[in-house]
């Protein structure tokens, strides 16, 4: 692997890596990112379920969204919590024990008689993905290369995430048309299984990052509360939540609304996962190169644009396609520049952690906009004040994003 090593690929002995013998660093960022496609893939294709689900348990589309809003908001409050255990003892036991619970949550689905299964379900789920989706991964992967590469490393295990999401969408459409939406879910639970395989590449321990000096769990917690670009990062953050996971948990159930085929909202969240793999290459390659604030704010303003075709644009399958791929460009694109800011600010020994906290922002604007989309719609019968919503928070953390102060916090004594 000397190519590898020449390029930054693997760090040498003791620079923030994992305590005792592990492997290369193209193989903790390859099953990183198969990792994060199983889990986010399987994250993704829950708006599949949305309409057969609600129709064949007889409760409104708001039941179902509100399942979805609580795996979301699970997967944040938890988010912090696995990235403590990550940067403490590794990231294979967080993508095991995320493994488990992603299990359990779709075979509860496939049991779910009443909303409260629906309820429980999105409770495992949303442990599940915070053990094995890039939020539990972004610290393996940037300990395993050089400080300058960190962007780079944790795009890859976001193209991991399109890449997945690009599968898992035909794929489950394909289950659930041959052999129906329920026994579809037994087999989407033994793929996640796999996971528990793939943990193994991704176990040890973190090592001190050296000439660190070296900070406990609450001194990187209260450090990180002082610093107000660390806010306006989680406030930008959560404007992305809200924004993915309206439109991931909703367009299926909005392209049958205009009376398009079903085929049109699988291949409409095909094409994000086409675009996000385009978009997320793209971020980490702009984080090598322009400030990474910036990248951020052009990513929210563009946004704005896409959700005003929805509302100014006929909606055929061309606009909605077209409108879903530049979107994609513009999805988990938001992931290593975030992560990437919160290294820059901190560095990596609380790295996942922090982002964790970052998350949770994300996981309340996620859990607003897969909720309030089906409270809006069962209320309203249409999404356009959802569409409307978007546009404002995209302006919003575009202008959030810009002022942030990019560059380290300064340490002038060892924190308690």
């Known amino acids: 692997m000397t ?13 923030g890596g994992m305590v005792g013998a592990r492997p290369p660093a193209w193989v903790i960022i390859l099953a990183a990112a198969t990792i994060t496609a199983i889990g986010m893939g399987i994250r993704q294709v829950m708006g599949l379920y949305l309409k057969p689900v609600s129709e064949t348990l007889h409760l409104g589309r708001e039941v179902f969204a509100l399942a979805i809003a609580i795996a979301n908001l699970v997967w944040g409050i938890a988010a912090p919590i696995t990235g403590a255990v990550s940067d403490s003892f590794g990231s294979g036991r967080v993508a095991a024990f995320g493994s488990l619970m992603t299990l359990g949550g779709l075979l509860t689905m496939y049991f779910a008689q009443t909303e409260m299964h629906l309820f429980a379900s999105g409770v495992l789920l949303g442990l599940g993905v915070a053990g094995c989706g890039v939020n539990a991964m972004v610290g393996a992967v940037a300990r395993s290369v050089a400080p300058a590469l960190r962007t780079r490393a944790i795009a890859m295990v976001g193209m991991g995430s399109g890449v997945g999401i690009l599968v898992a969408m035909p794929y489950t459409h394909v289950l659930m048309s041959s052999l129906g939406w329920q026994t579809s879910l037994l087999v989407l639970a033994a793929s996640a299984a796999f996971i528990l395989i793939l943990a193994v590449l991704v176990r040890g321990q973190p090592a001190a990052e050296p000439d660190a000096l070296p900070q406990s769990l609450f001194a990187a917690v209260g450090e990180a509360a002082r610093y107000p670009s660390f806010w306006l990062l989680n406030a930008g953050f959560f404007v992305c939540g809200f924004h993915v996971v309206f439109y991931g948990t909703h367009v299926p159930a909005y392209v049958a609304d205009k009376g398009l085929e079903p085929w049109v909202g699988v291949a409409a969240l095909t094409m994000v996962g086409i675009g996000n793999l385009v978009g997320t290459y793209l971020a980490g390659e702009w984080g090598r190169r322009w400030p990474q604030r910036y990248g951020l704010a052009l990513i929210y303003f563009a946004r704005v644009f896409v959700f005003l075709g929805f509302l100014v644009l006929p ?3 061309t606009t909605i396609l077209v409108l879903s791929f530049i979107l994609g460009v513009l999805w988990l694109s938001t992931v290593p520049l975030t992560s990437g ?30 909720w309030l989309g089906g409270y809006l719609f069962d209320r309203l019968g249409s999404y356009n004040a959802m569409w409307w919503i978007s546009v404002g928070l995209g302006l919003a953390a575009a202008a959030l994003s810009w002022p942030i102060r990019e560059q380290p916090v300064v340490r002038t004594a060892t924190p308690s």
């Open 3 to 15: 190519s590898a090593t020449t390029n930054g690929l693997q760090p040498k002995t003791g620079s």
């Open 341 to 370: 800011l919160v290294a820059t600010f901190f560095g990596a020994r609380w790295m996942t952690m922090l982002y964790g906290f970052v998350f949770f922002s994300h996981q309340v604007g996620a859990f607003l906009g897969a």
């Open 315 to 317: 909606i055929n399958p």
